[in-house]
Structure formats: structure tokens, C-alpha cells
């Protein structure tokens, strides 16, 4: 897979976009009055990567971390930069999500993307519209805007399971669904992958709250908690959703249980009216040679007479007793 690269030089009067599939050439364009945003599109071409570390002082354990695309979100902090990696939703993925590794310099944001498509668009609009504040503040914003953006991403498919999770509550009463498990234990999984992307996100902006580094400026620190309330609330949201559908499995299990007891219940009935006939029947099957009942003419009709009124007399003993419902 080719690497997709683009750049974006902006400051408070103007912005530009270039993309390209050249490291050299991409070296090339340089904002020399602004910020500049170098994003990363695929992780496959190493040599392109390290070309780009080299230039930029970029650590070879950072670069590590950014093509192991199963690292845990990470917060680090070097003399030139910042590394932060946490994983965005992305429904082109196996799991759902990918990873997003940020590297925050003096005037320089890379970003680098493990598939192709983002959540960043509405950024570069903003940014060569010059709408809201972007164009007027620093990189440590820009590194601000993208990890709210994660953030909505974030929201919108818990919003989704939510939605899923009502509409298997109204599903799970249904006794017919055979397509009901399956789709439980698979939002099941999907709650369990999001909590594990969420909740070390959680610690990771804490280290970034906590950094005393010039990169990331007074004015913009209240951004950022902002950003870790909003994990904060999205892990207690996970949670709340974990319960939600561990009721909705309770109800289930509670409706299958009662589904079997209905055919219990049937089958006990029917059990218990069949013991006296059968009680009947086998005396009358023994083959005994002087049984009074044998020589009398309607003896099979009377029979018959007293099963059949043991059997009727059962069913409305039952019913008196609200037994058969």
C-alpha cells in the first residue's frame, strides 16, 4: 500500500494545502511563517518514515511505537517534541479502530494514520476557510482540535450502540429472534474493545495535563481537560452500556427460562393426567385369569367411561386451580 502524504502550512493571514506521495518533495514545503501539519496516510513504506524521522530528530523508539499499530495510547515526552498515539474509530478496520500517532514540535504537527480516511476533514476546512479560532492559535491547538475530534468520533458510536441496546431490549422478549444472540455477544465484543481504547486514553491525557513542557502553552491546557472530562464521561457511558446489556441478557435468559417453563408445565400436565389412565390400563393388562371385570358384556365401554371422566375431571381440576393458563 502506498503512502498517501499531504501538508498544510497556515498562520492568521493565509493558509495552503499540497499533497504528494514523495518524502523529498513533501521535505520541500515548509510554512516559513506559521504552523505546518505533515499528515501520514498508511504505515507500510518504512524507509519513507525513517526519512522523515531523520529530518525531524524523531526518536527510533517513537518511530517503534508508531508502526506497531497495536500499542496501547501513550503519552512521551523528548526535548523536541511530544509523542502522543491513541486509537479513533474506523469502521475500514478489522476491530473497528485504528491508530493515530501525533508528534507535537515548536511549529510542526505529524500525523501519522494507519489506513487511509479520517475524522480530520472538518479541520482542514477550518483551517483553509479560516473558520473558528485554528488559523489564530498554536500547533499544541491543532493537536488540541484533532483529539476532540476523536472524541465526536467517539460519541457518535456509543450514540449507535445505545440505539443497538434499545433495540435488542424490545428483542430480547421476543421467544423466535435466532438472530438475537448473536448480535448481543457482538456489541458485547464491541463495548469491550471500545473500554479497552478508552480507559488507557484516560491515564494518557492525565500525563499530558500534567507535562511542563513549552509545546503545550497555559492558554490551551483548559482544552485539554476539557478533552479529559470528555473521556472521563465516556468511560463512565461505557460502563452505563456494559450494565444496559448485561439486563438486556438477564431479560433474555429470563425469557428463555420461562419459555421452558411453559413446556415444562405442559408436559407435567399431560404427565399427570396419563398416570391414573395408565394405572388403569396396566391393571387390566395383567394377565390374571379370574378377574371379575373380564366376563362383563360392556366392561371395555365402562372402562373407557372412567378414564375418559378421570381425564376431563383432572382438566377442571386443573383450571379451578389456575394451573392452565
Known amino acids: 500500500m502506498d503512502m498517501q502524504l499531504s501538508i498544510i502550512g497556515y498562520n492568521p493571514t493565509g493558509a495552503w494545502k499540497k499533497t504528494t506521495e514523495s518524502v523529498d518533495e513533501l521535505l520541500s514545503y515548509k510554512s516559513p511563517h506559521g504552523i505546518t501539519w505533515i499528515n501520514i496516510d498508511g ?11 531523520e529530518v525531524h530528530h524523531i526518536h527510533t523508539l517513537t518511530v517503534e511505537d508508531i508502526r506497531d499499530v497495536e500499542q496501547r495510547p501513550k503519552v512521551e515526552e523528548f526535548d523536541d517534541y511530544i509523542f502522543i498515539t491513541f486509537k479513533t474509530v474506523n469502521h475500514a478496520s478489522k476491530n473497528g479502530f485504528e ?11 505529524i500525523t501519522f494514520q494507519e489506513l487511509p480516511g479520517d475524522s480530520f476533514d472538518p479541520i482542514r476546512r477550518r483551517i483553509l476557510d479560516n473558520a473558528g ?7 499544541d491547538y491543532l493537536a488540541y482540535a484533532i483529539i476532540d475530534s476523536m472524541m ?14 434499545e433495540t435488542l431490549e424490545e428483542r430480547a422478549l421476543d421467544e423466535n429472534d435466532g438472530a438475537f444472540t448473536p448480535d448481543l455477544q457482538h456489541l458485547k465484543q464491541s463495548l ?6 478508552v480507559l488507557p486514553l484516560r491515564e494518557s491525557l492525565n500525563i499530558l495535563l500534567h507535562i511542563e513542557s513549552p509545546l503545550i502553552t497555559r492558554n490551551i491546557r483548559p482544552f485539554f481537560k476539557d478533552v479529559h472530562d470528555n473521556v472521563i464521561q465516556t468511560t463512565e457511558t461505557i460502563e452505563g452500556c456494559r450494565e444496559l446489556l448485561a439486563g438486556v441478557m438477564e431479560i433474555s435468559l429470563a425469557t428463555m427460562s420461562n419459555r421452558m417453563n411453559k413446556v415444562m408445565k405442559v408436559l407435567t400436565i399431560i404427565s399427570t393426567i396419563f398416570i391414573p389412565l395408565t394405572f388403569i390400563v396396566g391393571v387390566y393388562g395383567m394377565n390374571f385369569r379370574f378377574m371379575p371385570e373380564l366376563e362383563m358384556r360392556y366392561a371395555y365401554f365402562i372402562v373407557w367411561a372412567i378414564m375418559l371422566a378421570i381425564a376431563v375431571g383432572m382438566i377442571f381440576f386443573f383450571k379451578r386451580r389456575k394451573w392452565l393458563r
Open 99 to 109: 491508530q493515530i500517532s501525533l508528534i507535537l514540535m515548536r511549529d510542526t504537527l
Open 43 to 53: 504505515l507500510e513504506n518504512a524507509d519513507a518514515i525513517n526519512r522523515l524521522s
Open 192 to 197: 469491550l474493545q471500545m473500554r479497552k481504547v
Open 133 to 139: 479560532r485554528i488559523r489564530k492559535m498554536g500547533v
Open 152 to 165: 465526536d468520533e467517539y460519541s457518535l458510536m456509543l450514540d449507535d450502540i445505545s440505539m443497538d441496546i
